[in-house]
């Protein structure tokens, strides 16, 4: 239980104060996900009309390595993406040694007269990331011709929908640098997840949502980007300059170049790629993904970008998730604890209720907010709710999206318990906070990190 001294000290009540305004922050920001993840249904039409009757070319550059049991799905729902726009897909990898180049052969083999594909080779990387050296190798195949040139992941389910939101969110702005798309890991009809890792990265998927709410944003995902052509090949822009001058990550370096520029980047509100979740997913890959978010955001490309991922490294992800949301959660959750203990007690029970009639006006008043106790717990157990409400919410209501984005209605709803989900995803989210927060002090102490079988050292 909590006792009335600790909720009545001031320090204690003003920390609390904090984490009702991230709450409410919270709340807000989710519920704007989820109505515009509801809305403009008439978007999803005109995006893909003026994708289908467009005659700008768009060639798309993908960075493979290995396959899995997904691999030819997600490149068939990406050939299928373009609606009879002219598009060019160029896929790259290492070496032939990797399996992804027989696979990307037979699929190019199996594609043969519907639409323009080149595999590539494009051999080991000393300079920088694997990922950038094959991107680099891509654009410089890109056909000149080509209006917009579409960076994506393998393991992405693409839509004509998407597609035609990203061209349309170029087309409309032209102090639009980028157009992002954004991950969403679903939860397969008929399956639950089996381990607790799974609960993990659904809670921090909803962390990440905190940053895509609104028109033009922070932040973007380097597994769906759409730049114009003469913008990523501008020396101007810089962004190719960057990569090749030992680049880790190719997409905090194209946000890097937008901020320098004073442009924007944006993620339209349908423009989110379902990934289909392994029920198995351990904690050792977690923990390497975490390492690796982290170990991004102190790599920089100039002293501006160091300070701006600085700032996202140690006020985002160690004192926002460890000082703030963990502590709310873990208060709302002894505060709910110590009232449920209240309310076992017959003369816990009668105190309560008097704290409570009396309001405002009683005898019990305290610290700064100058409330009785159990008030403090009440609202602090009610704030968090509609908050972890929220995000839950939000997750459903983009999930739903999904499906009417691709027109696969009922393949991505999940059937899993929502108690089930609703608990598991609560500790997830505790879980993560202390897990990110770990990952963002082993990023700052540690100079090298694991990136598919690589091992990547910071220099400087």
């Known amino acids: 239980?909590?006792?009335?001294?600790?909720?009545?000290?001031?320090?204690?009540?003003?920390?609390?104060?904090?984490?009702?305004?991230?709450?409410?922050?919270?709340?807000?920001?989710?519920?704007?996900?989820?109505?515009?993840?509801?809305?403009?249904?008439?978007?999803?039409?005109?995006?893909?009309?003026?994708?289908?009757?467009?005659?700008?070319?768009?060639?798309?550059?993908?960075?493979?390595?290995?396959?899995?049991?997904?691999?030819?799905?997600?490149?068939k729902t990406q050939i299928a993406s373009s609606v009879g726009a002219e598009m060019e897909f160029i896929f790259v990898m290492e070496s032939v040694q990797d399996p992804a180049y027989e696979a990307a052969l037979k699929f190019k083999k199996s594609m043969e007269g519907t639409v323009a594909m080149k595999v590539l080779v494009a051999g080991e990387s000393f300079h920088c990331s694997q990922k950038i050296h094959n991107l680099l190798v891509g654009v410089k195949q890109v056909d000149p011709r080509s209006t917009y040139v579409l960076l994506l992941d393998d393991d992405a389910e693409m839509s004509s929908t998407v597609l035609g939101e990203l061209v349309t969110c170029l087309d409309a702005d032209p102090r639009v640098l980028v157009a992002s798309g954004w991950p969403h890991e679903y939860i397969s009809p008929g399956t639950t997840p089996r381990t607790f890792a799974c609960y993990m990265l659904l809670g921090y998927r909803l962390f990440s949502y905190l940053g895509i709410p609104f028109k033009h944003t922070k932040v973007l995902w380097g597994g769906c980007l759409l730049l114009r052509y003469k913008d990523l090949v501008s020396p101007e822009v810089g962004i190719l300059e960057g990569w090749r001058q030992c680049g880790y990550s190719d997409d905090m370096?194209?946000?890097?170049?937008?901020?320098?520029?004073?442009?924007?980047?944006?993620?339209?509100?349908?423009?989110?790629?379902?990934?289909?979740?392994?029920?198995?997913?351990?904690?050792?890959?977690?923990?390497?993904y975490m390492h690796r978010q982290m170990f991004v955001l102190d790599t920089y490309a100039d002293n501006n970008d160091r300070l701006v991922n600085l700032v996202l490294l140690l006020v985002v992800s160690f004192c926002l998730?460890?000082?703030?949301?963990?502590?709310?959660?873990?208060?709302a959750s002894l505060g709910f604890f110590s009232l449920c203990a209240r309310m076992l007690d017959s003369d816990g029970r009668a105190?309560?209720?008097?704290?409570?009639?009396?309001?405002?006006?009683?005898?019990?008043?305290?610290?700064?907010?100058?409330?009785?106790?159990?008030?403090?717990?009440?609202?602090?157990f009610v704030l968090f709710s509609m908050a972890f409400g929220s995000g839950?919410?939000?997750?459903?209501?983009?999930?739903?999206?999904?499906?009417?984005v691709t027109g696969r209605r009922g393949l991505y709803t999940h059937t899993v318990n929502p108690f089930l989900l609703a608990a598991g995803t609560f500790l997830g989210l505790?879980?993560?906070?202390?897990?990110?927060?770990?990952?963002?002090?082993?990023?700052?102490?540690?100079?090298?990190?694991?990136?598919?079988?690589?091992?990547?050292i910071k220099r400087g």
């Open 1 to 75: 239980m909590i006792s009335d001294d600790l909720v009545c000290n001031s320090w204690f009540q003003t920390s609390m104060m904090a984490c009702w305004s991230v709450a409410v922050a919270a709340t807000f920001i989710w519920t704007k996900v989820s109505l515009r993840s509801s809305s403009n249904t008439n978007v999803l039409a005109s995006s893909k009309s003026l994708l289908k009757h467009s005659n700008k070319k768009i060639s798309v550059v993908l960075p493979v390595k290995g396959v899995h049991a997904r691999t030819t799905e997600n490149w």
């Open 351 to 380: 105190l309560l209720a008097r704290r409570l009639t009396q309001g405002w006006d009683g005898d019990a008043r305290c610290g700064v907010l100058n409330v009785a106790p159990e008030f403090v717990l009440v609202l602090n």
């Open 430 to 456: 505790a879980a993560q906070c202390l897990m990110q927060g770990i990952a963002s002090l082993v990023a700052l102490l540690s100079d090298r990190v694991v990136w598919s079988g690589t091992t990547y």
């Open 321 to 331: 998730l460890i000082f703030i949301w963990f502590n709310l959660q873990v208060m």
């Open 392 to 404: 839950l919410v939000a997750h459903w209501s983009i999930t739903r999206m999904c499906e009417r």
């Open 253 to 288: 370096i194209v946000g890097g170049r937008a901020h320098r520029l004073g442009m924007y980047i944006s993620i339209p509100p349908k423009a989110m790629l379902p990934a289909k979740m392994d029920v198995d997913y351990s904690f050792a890959r977690h923990w390497n």
